[in-house]
């Protein structure tokens, strides 16, 4: 597997030939996410928008994934700045990308950190994962997504809770409420996640790429959207030679 290393001034960026490894790289910051870091992440969009693959995002396995937005950077933003939706449209498009995206979540995401890994499709962590929206405390509102996304991820009651009563989930909890997939240990989270995107490309990505956009389509798309992306795959030559093989491995258990 082909391997390209690129470091900017917020990310470490690690190109292979089926998947993109981001690692947000603001340590000093927890991770912050500032101009810099938002305008950094719309060129990694860009690069997965022309050539899709699977983009696999973390902060590392030091503690923290993302401790929110850049609070000195949010306290000068006024109404045009809230306006233009600044994490929310990057957000927007990490949640649009072709392929799969995971999470691999290690200490606190928080604020613009909880709602860049709930833009992902799957989510891992570590046991001292924590996930929480404390933007009221600032006087601002979750604005990136949280407040409609943990409605579909959670259900009502526990988004009102993360919301609007201050509730974090812990690692343990974000399982149990199928916020995440697994909880490994911190030395043990980046392999995790590679297992689990190495299960998704062991189909064929024609498909996956069709599934994530029934998914994610609106229900008033469905169940058209489903009828013409399997339309789709039916002629596609990937499917007959991925049936064949099972069928032929089928009449040689026979014998």
Do not use: W
């Amino acid at each position: 597997m082909t391997v390209v290393e690129e470091k900017l001034k917020t990310l470490r960026i690690e190109h292979r030939d089926d998947r993109t490894v981001v690692m947000l790289d603001r340590p000093a910051e927890r991770n912050a996410i500032d101009a810099t870091m938002v305008e950094e992440l719309h060129g990694v969009c860009a690069e997965l928008e022309r050539e899709p693959g699977v983009l696999l995002l973390t902060g590392g396995t030091d503690g923290v994934f993302a401790g929110g937005a850049d609070i000195a950077q949010l306290r000068e933003r006024r109404r045009k700045d809230a306006l233009a939706g600044i994490n929310l449209r990057l957000f927007e498009r990490i949640r649009a990308l072709p392929m799969p995206t995971v999470a691999a979540v290690d200490g606190h995401a928080l604020g613009g950190g909880a709602e860049l890994s709930y833009a992902c499709d799957i989510r891992l962590a570590t046991p001292r994962a924590r996930f929480g929206q404390p933007e009221p405390q600032l006087g601002i509102l979750a604005g990136a997504g949280a407040a409609y996304r943990l409605v579909r991820l959670l259900g009502e009651s526990v988004a009102k809770q993360v919301l609007l009563a201050g509730r974090t989930l812990d690692a343990q909890r974000a399982l149990d409420l199928g916020l995440v997939i697994d909880v490994v240990p911190p030395e043990e989270l980046l392999a995790a996640a590679h297992v689990t995107v190495d299960r998704m490309l062991r189909g064929s990505a024609v498909a996956l790429r069709l599934t994530k956009l029934a998914v994610d389509a609106p229900e008033a798309a469905h169940p058209q959207l489903d009828l013409v992306a399997q339309a789709v795959l039916f002629e596609d030559e990937e499917k007959f030679t991925r049936m064949d093989a099972f069928l032929n491995r089928g009449s040689r258990g026979g014998h």
